[in-house]
């Protein structure tokens, strides 16, 4: 909730309630399983961070990358950022 709070900004109190609800309903401390660790959001996922904050790349999230798995291959490994650009134009 803390990282909504400080990366998204809304000058309305609806919004600023909406998005504080939403973070606490999808606010997760820790990763329980690959599955859950697989189908987890890439964006603004307080689990995932650059430099200590939870990230957003536009670019790729236009592109359609919304989840972890789709960086990765089918046997469940990382793939490289020269694939990346490759399989979805970044």
Do not use: C
């Given at each position: 909730m803390k990282d909504s709070r400080?990366?998204?900004k809304a000058s309305d109190h609806f919004s600023k309630q909406f998005l504080e609800i939403w973070s606490e309903a999808n606010s997760e401390e820790k990763i329980v399983s690959y599955y859950h660790f697989w189908s987890s959001p890439l964006w603004h996922n307080s689990l995932i961070r650059v430099e200590n904050r939870p990230v957003l790349f536009r670019d790729w999230l236009l592109k359609g990358?919304?989840?972890v798995e789709h960086l990765m291959d089918d046997s469940a490994k990382f793939?490289?950022?020269s694939l990346l650009s490759k399989l979805y134009s970044i």
């Amino acid at each position: 909730m803390k990282d909504s709070r400080n990366i998204i900004k809304a000058s309305d109190h609806f919004s600023k309630q909406f998005l504080e609800i939403w973070s606490e309903a999808n606010s997760e401390e820790k990763i329980v399983s690959y599955y859950h660790f697989w189908s987890s959001p890439l964006w603004h996922n307080s689990l995932i961070r650059v430099e200590n904050r939870p990230v957003l790349f536009r670019d790729w999230l236009l592109k359609g990358m919304t989840k972890v798995e789709h960086l990765m291959d089918d046997s469940a490994k990382f793939v490289s950022l020269s694939l990346l650009s490759k399989l979805y134009s970044i």
